[in-house]
């Protein structure tokens, strides 16, 4: 048999590659099953947001849209968006290129101010903020009085004339 080592080790490149062969119907398998999850956790309830949304028909659902609320909410979310990606990218690919290529003096925090948002879910900072800075919240009263808007507020450099 040509090829076969007889000392019983392989070489590098020979024993990477069959470690990460497997065969095809567990590649299949696997497959099949990371397909289903994704369908059931991210296609299902979209379909059930659609066939909640379209239940009563789609002219009530479009015009829905023409709701001042709805177009406030679309308007925010909009600038919010266009504000937050472009931030994003800038600040994370800065952060990115500082972990990887420097040693630095805080660089731990940095690295777990990046990790924080996967530890703590979005939802719940959101009602952090909410009790902080609510109406109702903290400091909300203490913000009112001072005519101070910081939940559900665009700032003033922003905010369409």
Do not use: E, H, Y
């Not at 497997?22 to 059931?40: E, K, M, N, S, Y």
């Amino acid at each position: 048999m040509a090829g076969v080592c007889t000392t019983g080790r392989m070489r590098p490149s020979q024993a990477s590659r069959r470690a990460v062969t497997d065969p095809a119907p567990v590649r299949w398998l696997l497959t099949g099953v990371a397909l289903l999850f994704a369908a059931l956790v991210l296609f299902l309830p979209l379909l059930l947001v659609f066939a909640c949304a379209l239940q009563r028909g789609i002219g009530v659902a479009l015009a829905a849209f023409t709701d001042p609320d709805a177009v406030a909410a679309i308007r925010l979310t909009l600038l919010t968006a266009a504000i937050a990606v472009p931030l994003n990218v800038a600040f994370g690919l800065a952060a990115a290129w500082a972990v990887a290529k420097f040693t630095f003096r805080g660089k731990q925090l940095l690295i777990t101010l990046i990790d924080l948002p996967f530890a703590v879910s979005p939802v719940i900072a959101g009602m952090i903020f909410v009790t902080l800075f609510g109406a109702r919240g903290i400091l909300g009263p203490w913000l009112m009085a001072r005519d101070i808007r910081i939940i559900f507020a665009v700032p003033v450099f922003c905010s369409p004339t």
